[in-house]
């Protein structure tokens, strides 16, 4: 394949890495679509390499509706506990009603685009593999090419790791097909089978990645970013010890940090800070308000009128979630947004009045998290296309540290890793609030670290995965009103009937459904 052609094209694509950076909001000021070629950067930007055409598809594909927008919401965070659909009783029909308690249809629309548009990033990495194995026209050292191939096997690994816990048994695909339907009639693998396939690709990523890229291309695949989503792999499966290698990698590599205040983190000056081990980046401007962006963000903004108009307000916090935060504790305000009432006024951490429930918005409470910033919404668009996603969290890797840690039986370890996460949650807090955990018991001490991830990355589309790999999603579940979660069957969304039927019988129905 001549890829000339690719290269004389100023602009091969939208992408999600920047040609420039951008800090705060100086990321919507002038905003060229991401990607574009100039005769300064032409054949491809200093710092990237030859491949980057065939990769940067990838990061494309990280903001689409089918991976990280509707069906990834429902799946990852309203089917949990900590979240309810919101919105209005029958807003999103049966569809939405399965994944907010169950079961999830068979024929669910969100489930199979789960399905295709992860399954969709496989393909686009197997086509960048075979790109730089097999394309003699592309001029390239060595270590780039391994650096690519890195780089599409993180994605790769990452793309099975949420099928595998969305769906369990996938068919694993390792390579270009000649003809892309012969993707439809390929026989499931088991768990254990993807699992090892993951972690091979994840491991090749952790050693052939970058600590860091140049700076105009923040956002892509680290050397962090492969280790931690490792770590949570291992953490998955159990495998304690090459989880807590895994965060030790991370946490060690000085690239990360919890200087970030917690209240910043989640705005447009908190994107790509030292708390960010891997986020999808969006961007967006008065004149193109949606194209590089993503819809993430407008899913959940408050469904309001005028300029409470930002979204559909689904994945609102639930009662149980509420509850759940200590006395004081500063993230349950970051996290938590609270409609105003008759008798109560409640603000946005940009000390906007919010609108009144229930007479002027159907929820009395909605993610603060996506809350984009008022001079954004207001010069480009409601509905905040602009919010990068977090993927994960320098938090997240330290909490998974300290739980491997104790259950490898580690205490002290485990715990200065927990109260490092308290103490930045408490900082600027009144003194006594959240305290370092103290205890030598295990068994406390496990409790307190789930109750840490429960409260540090409330709303972030790990809660689900974890009382699932903790075996309490039942117990937990049914404490939050959703009691038709059936142990067996609910821990997986159905394979889609439509993959089924396109592949003739091929594909194997999940236990249950």
């Not at 994605?155 to 003809?179: E, H, N, S, T, W």
């Not at 961007?283 to 559909?312: D, E, F, H, K, M």
Request: glycine share 8%; with cysteine; net charge negative.
């Amino acid at each position: 394949m001549n890829t000339n052609y690719f290269y004389k094209k100023y602009v091969i694509a939208i992408l999600l890495i920047s040609s420039t950076i951008f800090t705060g909001c100086e990321k919507f000021l002038d905003t060229q679509p991401q990607g574009s070629y100039t005769l300064d950067n032409y054949p491809y930007p200093q710092g990237g390499g030859p491949f980057d055409e065939f990769i940067f598809g990838v990061y494309d594909d990280l903001r689409s509706y089918s991976v990280h927008v509707d069906g990834f919401i429902n799946a990852t965070s309203i089917r949990s506990d900590d979240a309810d659909k919101g919105s209005t009783a029958n807003d999103g029909g049966a569809d939405v009603f399965g994944m907010d308690n169950f079961p999830v249809l068979t024929t669910s629309g969100r489930a199979n685009a789960l399905w295709t548009g992860f399954l969709g990033i496989v393909t686009k990495c197997n086509e960048a593999i075979y790109q730089v194995e097999s394309n003699d026209d592309i001029v390239s050292d060595e270590e780039i090419k391994q650096q690519t191939i890195g780089e599409a096997r993180f994605f790769r690994g990452y793309a099975y790791f949420m099928l595998v816990r969305l769906f369990g048994r996938v068919p694993l695909i390792d390579k270009m097909l000649d003809d892309p339907a012969q993707q439809l009639n390929i026989r499931q693998n088991s768990v254990a089978e993807i699992y090892k396939f993951i972690e091979d690709d994840l491991n090749f990523a952790a050693a052939n990645l970058p600590l860091s890229w140049d700076e105009r291309f923040i956002g892509r695949a680290t050397q962090g970013a492969a280790n931690g989503i490792l770590a949570k792999v291992y953490l998955t499966q159990g495998k304690w010890a090459q989880a807590s290698s895994a965060a030790q990698k991370v946490m060690t590599s000085g690239q990360y940090d919890l200087t970030t205040d917690y209240a910043k983190i989640f705005g447009e000056d908190g994107e790509n800070s030292s708390e960010s081990v891997f986020e999808v980046q969006a961007t967006a401007s008065p004149t193109v308000t949606q194209t590089n962006g993503t819809q993430y963000a407008s899913i959940q903004g408050v469904r309001g009128a005028g300029n409470w108009n930002l979204g559909w307000g689904w994945n609102v916090p639930s009662d149980v979630l509420e509850a759940a935060y200590e006395p004081e504790d500063p993230r349950k305000a970051r996290t938590i947004l609270y409609s105003s009432t008759n008798t109560t006024e409640n603000f946005t951490i940009y000390s906007e009045l919010m609108p009144r429930y229930p007479s002027d918005v159907p929820n009395p409470r909605y993610n603060h998290k996506v809350l984009g910033s008022p001079n954004l919404r207001n010069t480009i668009s409601r509905g905040c296309w602009w919010m990068n996603i977090r993927i994960l969290r320098y938090a997240d890797v330290v909490l998974m540290y300290a739980e491997a840690a104790n259950e490898l039986g580690q205490t002290e370890e485990a715990r200065t890793a927990l109260n490092s996460i308290r103490a930045r949650a408490r900082r600027g807090a009144a003194e006594g609030i959240l305290p370092d955990v103290a205890t030598n018991n295990q068994n406390t001490l496990r409790n307190a670290i789930r109750h840490e991830r429960r409260i540090e990355l409330a709303m972030e589309h790990d809660r689900f995965f974890d009382i699932v790999r903790w075996g309490i999603a039942k117990q937990m579940l049914d404490a939050a009103g959703k009691t038709n979660f059936r142990i067996g069957r609910d821990e997986l969304l159905p394979i889609p009937q439509a993959q089924i039927d396109l592949s003739k019988g091929v594909l194997e129905q999940n236990p249950g459904y």
